[in-house]
């Protein structure tokens, strides 16, 4: 059985601070509860009490443990779990090492977690930015206090964020760009276009093997997508026209360079790149969309667009989302853009109505 007491100090007089008794495996332990107040004390020996009675570790006390624990125990938690990717964890994870390491857990207070944010914004950082990077100290903290390395959890709120993108294309837009590109890209983007696939990451990885010509499907395999569900669709015979040509294209820099090109878009020309896989296209986008007349869209809106052209469609919104890879309703709904042409085509429709037509 366990007791509290405060220990003589050499004046004589008592230390203001509780210290506690009990037994692990018959051994007596001694330690500083830490605490002034007796209430407080008798809760910290209990804690200790049924870890030892449940065979648990003893863990330190809370006062000592550091943000760098924590911070370890999240890395190890995704790791294990897969609920995250831990490359995209660790580029919010680094931010808030740079402010927080060193920090003691229990002395991360609401007013400690504004100075963060403060700080995030004199680096101009986004909203969006560094409320990511919150919701990340969030799950750390809640992992913490459930592994009783922190007794309360501070309370704090997410920043207003800025209204989401709603860029989209119009199907004239969209052929004025691709009209601007070489080739290939005109392949790329009109993927993009019609499924809402990522450009960068997820259309410019595509290999020979993920294109069936005869089928007519065109997949990304498991971990190749953000959510790491894999995904298939069925070509418009505009993309197997399309596809069959690059595949053409491929062939016949295979053939002349005298060896295996696994990529569905590898750069076609160069002495050092040809045949390897492109990466990215930003400089010949930026200028395909500002001879186009559309300067400063970006690719990312062909999800949106896609979005909208599928609902447009009445393709139905549980298969839409699985085309384009969405998982939640609340990202999808976002993502279905309303346009001034159809506001417009609202009026037309209203119109025929009222006259009888």
């Not at 459930?146 to 209204?163: D, N, Q, S, T, Y």
């Not at 294309?169 to 080739?183: G, I, N, P, S, W």
């Not at 400063?296 to 699985?322: C, L, Q, S, Y």
Request: proline residues 4%; aromatic residues 8%.
């Amino acid at each position: 059985m366990g007791f509290l007491y405060r220990p003589k100090l050499r004046g004589g007089d008592h230390s203001r601070i509780w210290w506690c008794k009990y037994y692990v495996n018959g051994r007596p332990i001694r330690e500083s509860t830490g605490m002034e107040k007796e209430t407080e004390a008798k809760r910290f020996l209990k804690e200790r009490e049924g870890r030892a009675a449940t065979g648990q570790p003893i863990l330190p006390r809370v006062d000592r443990i550091r943000y760098d624990e924590i911070a370890a125990d999240l890395r190890r938690y995704y790791r294990t779990t897969g609920k995250r990717r831990i490359k995209e964890a660790e580029t919010r994870l680094r931010r808030l090492d740079k402010f927080f390491a060193g920090y003691r857990v229990a002395a991360i207070a609401p007013s400690t977690i504004s100075a963060f944010v403060e700080s995030r914004q004199k680096q101009k950082a986004a909203n969006a930015t560094i409320n990511r990077e919150l919701a990340t100290l969030r799950r750390m903290l809640r992992l913490a206090y459930k592994e009783g390395k922190l007794l309360r959890l501070p309370v704090f709120e997410m920043l207003k964020e800025r209204a989401p993108r709603e860029g989209f294309f119009e199907r004239d837009q969209y052929e004025a760009v691709r009209r601007k590109l070489a080739d290939d890209l005109q392949v790329a983007t009109a993927i993009a276009y019609t499924f809402g696939w990522r450009t960068q990451s997820e259309v410019l990885t595509l290999e020979r093997r993920h294109l069936d010509p005869e089928v007519g499907t065109l997949r990304l395999d498991p971990g190749m997508t953000k959510n790491d569900d894999g995904r298939i669709v069925y070509l418009t015979p505009e993309l197997k026209a399309l596809l069959a040509a690059q595949l053409a294209r491929v062939e016949a820099l295979q053939k002349r360079m005298g060896r295996i090109i696994p990529y569905l878009f590898p750069h076609l020309t160069g002495k050092v790149r040809a045949g390897r896989r492109r990466r990215d296209f930003r400089k010949a986008w930026t200028t395909a969309c500002e001879d186009a007349g559309v300067a400063g869209r970006i690719r990312h809106d062909f999800r949106r667009t896609a979005v909208r052209n599928m609902v447009n469609a009445g393709v139905p919104e549980r298969v839409a989302m699985k085309v384009t890879g969405h998982k939640t309703r609340s990202v999808f709904d976002r993502y279905h853009i309303v346009s001034p042409a159809d506001l417009q085509d609202v009026a037309r429709r209203l119109a025929g109505t009222f006259s009888g037509t």
